[in-house]
C-alpha cells in the first residue's frame, strides 16, 4: 500500500488559510469516509484534528475544516496562527481493512 | 482523564525481539479497538496494527511488519501490546499506541517509546 500524496510543505501568514491535499486511490480515499487528519509538533503526542472527512473533534478550532473529492482529500486552516505551525498527517481507511498515511505536509507561519 | 501510556522500547540487535506496552486509563478499553503506528528518524507516520475491541479476535498489519508482528490485549490489564521479533534496522522508530474512535478516527495518543535496532 503506497503512502498517500501530500505537500511536502506549505506556508502562510499569520491571518491567510491555507489547503492541505492528501491524494490516495479508488481503494482508499476514493472510497471510504474514513479519513482523518493530525496536527503533530515533533516529540509530541499526535492529535486528532479531523475525523470521518469533516467532523471537527471537540476542543478542537473551527478554523480547521476538511473535505473530500474523489481520491483527494483536503484541510483547510483558516486565520492561520503561529500555534498551528507544526507537521499535518492524512490517513484512510484501505479496501484491504488496513490504514495509509499521508507523506506529510510541514506548515510554516510567516 | 483520558490516558495511554506506551513502554517497553530500547535497544535491541537485529533479530532481535522486544514486547512494547501501552497501559490505558480513564475510558472503558475494553470497548475500543486499538492500534499503533511508528515514525522511523526523519520519516512521516507510519501505520503498523490494529486489533478489535473486546476479546481482540481481529487483528490486521501492515505488509511491512506482517508476519514478525503480533498484537494482543488485557482488558483486565487495561493494556495493549505489541510483540515485535526479527527486528531489522528499519524498524527502529517511535512507536505510538492510539484509540480508535471509530474508523475514521485515531482519536486518544501516547506519547510513544522509541525502538531502535542496531548492532
Known amino acids: 500500500q503506497s503512502a498517500l500524496t501530500q505537500p511536502a510543505s506549505v506556508s502562510g501568514s499569520p491571518g491567510q488559510s491555507i489547503t492541505i491535499s492528501c491524494t490516495g486511490a479508488s481503494s482508499d480515499v476514493g472510497s471510504y469516509n474514513y479519513v482523518s487528519w493530525y496536527q503533530h509538533h515533533p516529540g509530541k503526542a499526535p492529535k486528532l484534528m479531523i475525523s470521518d472527512v469533516s467532523n471537527r473533534p471537540s476542543g478542537v478550532s473551527n478554523r480547521f475544516s476538511g473535505s473530500k473529492s474523489g481520491n483527494t482529500a483536503s484541510l483547510t486552516i483558516s486565520g492561520l496562527q503561529a500555534e498551528d505551525e507544526a507537521d499535518y498527517y492524512c490517513t484512510s481507511y484501505t479496501s484491504s481493512s488496513t490504514y495509509v498515511f499521508g507523506t506529510g505536509t510541514k506548515v510554516t507561519v510567516l | 482523564q483520558m490516558q495511554l501510556v506506551e513502554s517497553g522500547g530500547g535497544l535491541v540487535e537485529p533479530g532481535g525481539s522486544l514486547r512494547l506496552s501501552c497501559a490505558a486509563s480513564g475510558f472503558t478499553f475494553r470497548g475500543y479497538y486499538m492500534t499503533w503506528i511508528r515514525q522511523g528518524p526523519g520519516k512521516g507516520l507510519e501505520w503498523v496494527s490494529y486489533?478489535?475491541?473486546?476479546?481482540?479476535?481481529?487483528?490486521y498489519y501492515a505488509d511491512s511488519v506482517k508476519g514478525r508482528f503480533t498484537v494482543s490485549r488485557d482488558n483486565a490489564k487495561n493494556s495493549l501490546y505489541l510483540q515485535v521479533n526479527t527486528l531489522r534496522t528499519e524498524d527502529t522508530a517511535v512507536y505510538f499506541c492510539a484509540r480508535m474512535g471509530g474508523w475514521g478516527a485515531f482519536d486518544i495518543w501516547g506519547h510513544g517509546t522509541m525502538v531502535t535496532v542496531s548492532s
Open positions: 486489533i478489535s475491541r473486546d476479546s481482540g479476535m481481529t487483528t
